[in-house]
Structure formats: C-alpha cells, structure tokens
C-alpha cells in the first residue's frame, strides 16, 4: 500500500475533528485500531559512508505526538545526523544504518509528508526571490490545487509574524526576518512532527527571540516538536522534556529539564553543554589600559557603517555590539586594515606600526599588517590556505623567513594550547566547528601580532571552546595584546569586556523596529560606547571612553 | 555588480508576454540574421529591435548599462579585422606600414560588427524584461520543461550575488593572513586559483545544504507539482513569435532584394 492510501484512510479521526483539510499527523496512524503513532527509534545509528566512526548509535528513544523535546549533547554526540534522519534525509547509499527508526510507524523517508525541518543558515533554506513564492514552493512540490496554495502561504506567514508583504524580495530580509519565512516554508506544509536544527544559531539576539516567539505561537498543542540549540537557556520555555545523547552512543539522559540538569549538569557542562545556571567567572583586565594602537576619527563606511570614534588600547578588550546591519563586520574590516575607509581615517600608533605610523593600515603590505594586527573573520575557512593545519600555523613565519625550527618552537606550543596537536597532519576544511574556530584564531596568532580584532569567535561554540577562547584571549589581552571583539554573546561581554562600543542600525531605514525588539529610535550617525556592565549611553556619533 | 532584477516597466505590451513567448521570439527573430554575412540584413534587424524598445519598457539607456560588454566586443571585432583580414579588396584607405585598410576590409567588418548586435540584442531585451521566477513558472508551465531543472537551476540562480560578496571576504582573508601576490604575475595567478578554491569548496558546501533543504520540502517528492503561479500562453504570444519571424524574414527578403546578400555558407 502507497503512502497517499495510508494517509487518507488511517487517520478519519483527526480529518474530521481538527482542520477539516489537514493531513494526517504523527501519532495518527492506525494499525488494528490502536494508535502506534510518534517516534520510535530501536537502537538506532548511523554511519556516514567513508567514515570510520559512527555518528550516532544506541540510540533508543520514544517521542509521543504533541511533546517537545530538546536534543542535548557534546559537540560531535551526532544531534544534527538525528534530525537528518528523522526528516528522511539520509539516503540509504549514504551511508550505514543499524536498529530501527519510525515516524508514525513508517520509515522516515515514507513520512516525509508529515515531517517539518528548518536548518542553521538561512541563506541555504529560501529558494525562491519573493517571500510568498518561497512559502509556495514546498505546497507546490506536494501538489497541493492551485486555489489553496495562496490562502495556506498567507496563514502560515501570519503565523510565524511575518511583518511585510508576501512580494517581499528575500534578499532584502534580515537573518530573522529570513529565519521566520523558512518556519512558515515548513508550517504552510503542517507537519506533525517539527525538527529544528539551531535555528537561531546565525541570528543576533533581537532576530534569535523573534524567530523562537514564532516556533512558540506557531507550534500547536498536537505538533511534535524537536529542538537541538546550543543556548538551552533560551531553549527551554520552548521545551517540556530533554534528551541528551552521550557521544560514545546510546541516550544518557531522558526527562524534564529540572531532574536531567539537577542529575548530569555539572557533567555535561564539563563536557561543553551549556547548561543554564551554571556562570563562568569573569576575567576583567588586571590593570589599566595601555598605550593607544589605533584612532578612528569618523571612520565609515556608508552606506553599511556610519561615521564612528573610538580609539584601540593595548591591554584592553573592546567589546563592538549591535543589532545585524549596525557595520560592526565592517567596523572589524576597517579596524583590521583589509578595507579603504569610506569616510574618516585610521591612524596608528608608532607603538603599533613603528616606521609605518604614517601610512594608513589599509595601504601596508599585507606580510607587514599580519604581522601587527591578526584579524579572525567569521567564516574560520575563509582564511584557511595550506592543506594541513600545521602549514597553516606555519604560513606566516614562513614568509618572515624563520627557520624551520623557529617554525616548530613557535607551532608546536600554540597547537598543544588549542588541543590541535593530533589534527596537525589534517586538512583545515575537515575540522569540525569548534576546531576549526580554535585553528582561525591561531592562525591569526601565529605572527604574534600586537592587536587581534575578532568578528564573532565564539558564534556557535560549546561551552568548553568557549572557555578555551575567552581564557586565551583574557591572557593575550593581560600580556598586553589589544583586543577587538565584534560580537553578539552576552556572556562573552559579560566575561571579559573591559569597554562596550555599541553601533545602532542607523541606515538601513526602511526597517521597521520588529514587533518585541528591543529597539529605540534610530539616531543618526550614533555610536554609543559606555563601560562593561552599564546601559550604553546615548552618545551622538561619539565613542566615549570609559573604563 | 551582477544585477538580476528586470529594469523594465512590467506593464509594457510587450514586456508581459509570457517569458517563453519572448525567448522564442528573440531566437526566431536573431538565428535566420546569422544566414547573412552582409550588413543590410543586420541593420534592419537593429532599427526594428530599437523601435520595439518603448513596448518592452525599457529605455535605451538601461540598454546600454545591459549591452555594453557588446561594445566591448564590437571594438574587438573591429581591430582584429582591420589587423588581419585576409581580403585587402576595395579601394585603399590607409596604409601604415603593415596595417593595411581598404573598403573591403570596413564593410566586412561593419557586417561581423551589426551582426554581433543585432543577434545579441533580442537576448539581452529579453533578459531585462523578464523576472527570473516567471521564466522558470513558464520554461515548466509553457515548454514543459523538468520542474527538478528550471526550479533547480533558479534556486542556484539566486545565490550567485553571494558569490561576489564571499570573493571579497575571502581575497581580505588572505590579505589578513599576511599572502599577497604584489606585482609578480606567477603569484598572482596562484593567489588567483587558490581564491577561487576556496570560493568553489564554499559554494558547492552551501548548495548542498540548498539541495537538501529543498528535498526536505518535498521537491524531490515525485508526486506532479501543482503551480502558484499561473503562466498563460495566449493568442497575443503567438502573435510576438510569429512577427519575429515575419520581421527576420523580411529584413532578409530586403537584402536579397537590394542584391547585397551574401550567404554564410557558399
């Protein structure tokens, strides 16, 4: 019997009661007049092809229709390959299955139908120019008439809050904006079971709340949900259960949140999960702030980054925050001498650029530059250019004309202290996230530069990388390193900022402040810096220095 | 800056004709000019195509912002004619050492140049007038193109911007990890190539992810698709098709007529 026959006569309840035109859903097939509905994995793993290790294994687990669960583990415990194949998206050439697993008692790529996923990056889950379209998109390939298409795209977008037009053009979407759309994609298809892999991951923290308001109005009481977020703080209201997966196999803990953190917090903390309550001591400057390295004066770049002071200190973590759009990537950009500043300049120091003090840093030569400021970007392989990761470290050195044993002296430790040491044969694009992130800030320490600039480093860490880094940066920064942080983390600010410098979307004027954002009037040309730990104070284009 | 919106005014005559009507109008209209190596034929065709210009909307400078690679490549056209033509007939013009110019040698050359234009303009009229997203709805709806093709191929359509914003970042990534080629060209084309690895391994990574989160919707479901977007083929579609071929054809007769053809082959 064909999945459309299953859906149409096994599920006679629910088409009468709940939405009248609405699909069956999981926990609605009937076999023998007894619900068999839900999730059910016996024993389950899988194994990429070509891998020698499994990605998940023993894993047993029964998820009843209308829970919501929030999928826990160390980083490589094998959450995203679940969600992938309880979406039915590995291939059975893809790779090596064992046990069983079952969405409404059928097998996942059977019940693709009634299963829902959105993924990290918004940019590869909108297929479509406009808004509306994209929405449509999935209606059309499950051949859904004509005539309910546009009624369905115009529900789910209401649904998720989408605030514009259904022409809207995606690429004019926030991150969030775009988020939410990709929600309403999977919703206008009114799955049973809803999968979301870190939705929020890439989001600032306005777009994050919004996109998680949206799953909380949009998911119904008889919706199955399954969540893995790396924040669980901010993924718990959503939540009434938790699972964490142990990465040698098998599931660790199974319950509410308050029993699995009272029971296994303090080790699944140690093992990077960031469990909610657990702080970490903050590691404030020691001493005063140093000489000056850089001063902007009116440094911009319009149309993305409005006119903006500040001045770069040695032994000093500067903090840049802002909504998405605010110019703070540019601001890295400019700061780390890759970009021509639009409006302003940038003078360094003499103790910074020594006989170059005179040149603006975007017009030294790029072995000079990375030898004075390091710059870690956002994409960590945007920067990776050798075929091992000790080359990589090397590179730099190498083109100062050290020795080869200069070379290792220098290598070796830095390897040792970001536990890269058994990858340094590796190639840079097989690292996993957080290697690769530990390996783009190394590489950018390498050269030993006296001022490091970061755009996000801690964007979508777990906990234990997460300290590694800010223990790091805290002993760079107390050796008399200058530190610039474009970042959104809270807790890394929080951590470790000695100065904020915030940025206000000043330009991008035809968006309107999102319902429940936190957002102020926009003021032209204003960039507000205040003191770590303090409301930013309104500060018209003006960096105020405190400490 | 790679611009992929339509410039022009949607509700013109013309520019609302089903894309696929378009398409076909502007092959059936551009092909028949390429039987001709004579520039009566092509200059017709041009003065039609600028005449249609106003019922697509579109004005002729957002032509030339399209078209002007095509002045590029007349220029070309033009001077390696005039360096290496093989046929010096005609009357003698200038004669500079080995550069030698005759008549014979401009008119050919103003032919291969009107030709280039007027077989490359209806592509680019077309192309500024019509929405990508319709062309797909219509390539499925209309000439029953695979839906897995057009949508497909629509989708990798639309991260190509991304494409040039990542080359920056990638090209300021080297530079923050102290590689720059300087003035030595061997380096330079090394830098080059490795750029556009990383570029590629980016690429192909982020289309991946697309594939499978477009197969998650259900692309790949294999029941037929239904379309949100209605594509009409009409009697006013048929009409732009056949009158590209009844224009190509007469600027073709006109030529014959005038004794100025002069067939490509033979």
Redesign the interface.
């Known amino acids: 019997m064909k999945l459309a026959d299953i859906s149409i006569f096994k599920s006679p309840a629910n088409f009468m009661i709940n939405r009248g035109c609405r699909g069956p859903r999981v926990g609605e097939s009937w076999v023998g007049g007894e619900a068999v509905g839900g999730v059910r994995l016996r024993g389950f793993g899988w194994r990429h092809a070509g891998r020698r290790a499994w990605a998940v294994r023993g894993v047993d687990l029964r998820v009843e229709r209308g829970e919501r669960v929030l999928l826990l583990g160390p980083s490589g415990a094998g959450k995203s390959t679940l969600l992938?194949a309880l979406?039915g998206?590995l291939p059975e050439d893809s790779g090596e299955q064992e046990g069983t697993i079952e969405v409404d008692g059928l097998a996942p790529h059977e019940a693709?139908?009634r299963v829902?996923?959105v993924?990290q990056?918004p940019?590869?889950?909108?297929?479509?120019?406009?808004s509306g379209?994209d929405v449509?998109?999935?209606?059309?390939?499950?051949?859904?008439?004509?005539g309910e298409?546009?009624p369905r795209?115009d529900e789910a977008l209401s649904r998720v809050g989408f605030p514009y037009h259904r022409d809207r053009p995606?690429?004019a979407l926030s991150g969030g904006e775009q988020q939410r759309l990709?929600l309403a994609?999977?919703l206008a298809?009114r799955p049973g079971l809803l999968l979301l892999d870190e939705p929020t991951a890439n989001l600032d923290p306005a777009g994050a709340t919004l996109v998680r308001a949206a799953v909380a109005r949009a998911v119904d009481t008889d919706t199955t949900l399954i969540v893995v977020e790396h924040r669980v703080a901010e993924a718990l209201p959503l939540v009434d259960r938790v699972v964490v997966l142990e990465p040698g196999g098998g599931v660790r803990a199974d319950g509410p949140p308050e029993a699995v953190f009272a029971a296994d917090g303090d080790a699944l903390a140690a093992e990077g999960v960031w469990v909610p309550g657990r702080d970490v001591p903050p590691r404030r400057a020691g001493g005063p702030a140093g000489e000056v390295l850089l001063t902007a004066d009116r440094l911009g770049q319009p149309p993305r980054l409005a006119a903006t002071d500040l001045t770069v200190r040695a032994g000093e973590a500067l903090a840049v925050l802002g909504p998405n759009g605010a110019g703070k990537s540019t601001l890295a950009?400019l700061l780390?001498g890759?970009?021509k500043p639009g409006t302003g300049r940038l003078v360094a120091s003499p103790e910074l650029a020594g006989a170059d003090a005179r040149t603006p840093p975007h017009r030294w030569?790029?072995?000079a530059?990375?030898?004075r400021?390091?710059?870690v970007?956002q994409?960590p392989?945007?920067?990776?250019?050798t075929s091992t990761v000790f080359d990589e470290l090397a590179?730099?050195l190498r083109?100062t004309g050290a020795s080869e044993t200069m070379v290792r002296d220098r290598v070796d430790p830095l390897l040792q202290r970001l536990r890269l040491t058994r990858l340094a044969a590796a190639n840079p694009?097989t690292l996993s996230g957080g290697e690769a992130r530990r390996l783009s800030v190394a590489?950018?320490l390498a050269?030993a530069p006296r001022l490091l600039i970061c755009d996000e480093p801690t964007f979508g860490q777990d906990r234990r990388t997460w300290r590694e880094l800010v223990d790091l940066f805290a002993e760079l920064r107390d050796a008399g390193h200058g530190l610039v942080t474009v970042t959104h983390d809270a807790e890394f600010v929080a951590a470790m900022a000695d100065r904020t410098l915030t940025l206000d979307r000043t330009l991008a004027l035809d968006r309107p402040p999102a319902p429940n954002a936190p957002a102020g009037p926009p003021v032209a040309g204003a960039a507000t810096a205040a003191p770590a730990g303090t409301a930013p104070a309104a500060t018209m284009g003006r960096s105020v220095e405190h400490r | 800056m790679i611009t992929l919106e339509p410039l022009a005014h949607p509700d013109a005559p013309l520019a609302r004709r089903n894309p696929v009507a378009k398409l076909a109008a502007a092959l059936l209209f551009a092909v028949p000019l390429m039987a001709t190596l004579d520039p009566v034929a092509p200059a017709i065709a041009i003065a039609v195509e600028l005449a249609v210009l106003p019922l697509f909307g579109l004005h002729p400078r957002e032509l030339v912002r399209r078209a002007w690679p095509l002045l590029a490549a007349a220029g070309g056209v033009l001077v390696t004619l005039v360096l290496f033509a093989a046929d010096r007939s005609g009357r003698l013009l200038l004669d500079a050492g080995p550069v030698v110019v005759t008549s014979g040698v401009l008119i050919t050359a103003l032919g291969m140049v009107l030709r280039l234009f007027a077989v490359a303009l209806p592509g680019v009229i077309v192309f500024a007038t019509t929405d990508p997203t319709d062309l797909a709805d219509a390539l499925v709806q209309n000439a029953k193109a695979p839906a897995r093709f057009a949508i497909g191929a629509l989708a990798a359509f639309r991260l190509v911007p991304l494409l040039g914003q990542e080359w920056q970042m990638i090209a300021m990534a080297r530079r923050a990890r102290g590689v720059e080629a300087g003035r030595n060209p061997v380096a330079r084309l090394r830098l080059f190539v490795s750029t556009a690895f990383t570029l590629l391994v980016g690429a192909i990574r982020r289309g991946t992810r697309l594939a499978v989160a477009m197969d998650a919707r259900g692309f790949d479901a294999g029941v037929p698709r239904t379309f949100a977007r209605r594509q009409r083929f009409g009697p006013a579609d048929w009409l732009l098709v056949f009158g590209a071929i009844a224009v190509a054809g007469a600027a073709l007769t006109v030529s014959v007529a005038l004794g100025t053809f002069r067939p490509l082959i033979g």
């Open positions: 992938a979406a998206l693709r139908d829902g996923i993924f990056d940019q590869a889950q909108l297929v479509m120019a406009r379209d449509a998109f999935g209606l059309e390939n499950r051949g859904v008439p004509a298409i546009w795209v995606t690429a990709a994609g999977v298809l950009l780390g890759l970009l030569r790029a072995p530059l990375a030898g400021v390091g710059s970007f994409d392989e945007h920067q990776f250019v590179l730099g083109r694009y590489t950018a050269t």
